[in-house]
């Protein structure tokens, strides 16, 4: 089983940048097309990014839509999520997410369409 650590949140001021990262513990990451979710306090958990698993498509939730860039590299097992002209509705927890099972589409906007799930990184943006 696949294990996901994400790193690099933290608290920033509005207009900020930041990268997050999403380590996998396993050598066969490039099988599995990946995601970022994202929870805000008293919010559901919500889609923000995916990528397929060669990074030659993505897909972004429309609040992030031109702000966010989700990128891989396979050769080092890891998954980023980079993050411009931040807001404080973009406070929230950042999850990344890892589709192990069979490909039927390209993309995927549900969280019960993914297998393994990290702890989790603090993104707090400050007006």
């Known amino acids: 089983q696949v294990q996901l650590v994400e790193s690099g949140g933290g608290m920033v001021l509005t207009g900020a940048s930041l990268r997050i990262s999403c380590q996998a513990s396993d050598n066969i990451f490039s099988s599995y097309s990946m995601a970022w979710f994202r929870r805000a306090p008293g919010k559901e958990r919500e889609f923000v990014a995916s990528i397929t698993t060669t990074g030659s498509s993505t897909r972004y939730a429309d609040s992030v839509k031109g702000r966010f860039t989700i990128s891989r590299d396979n050769d080092r097992n890891t998954l980023f999520l980079q993050m411009n002209s931040l807001k404080p509705e973009d406070t929230a927890e950042y999850y990344c997410?890892?589709?192990?099972?069979?490909?039927?589409?390209?993309?995927?906007?549900?969280?019960?369409?993914?297998?393994?799930w990290g702890q989790g990184t603090q993104v707090t943006v400050s007006s």
């Open positions: 997410a890892a589709r192990a099972r069979m490909h039927y589409q390209t993309h995927y906007t549900a969280a019960s369409e993914y297998d393994y």
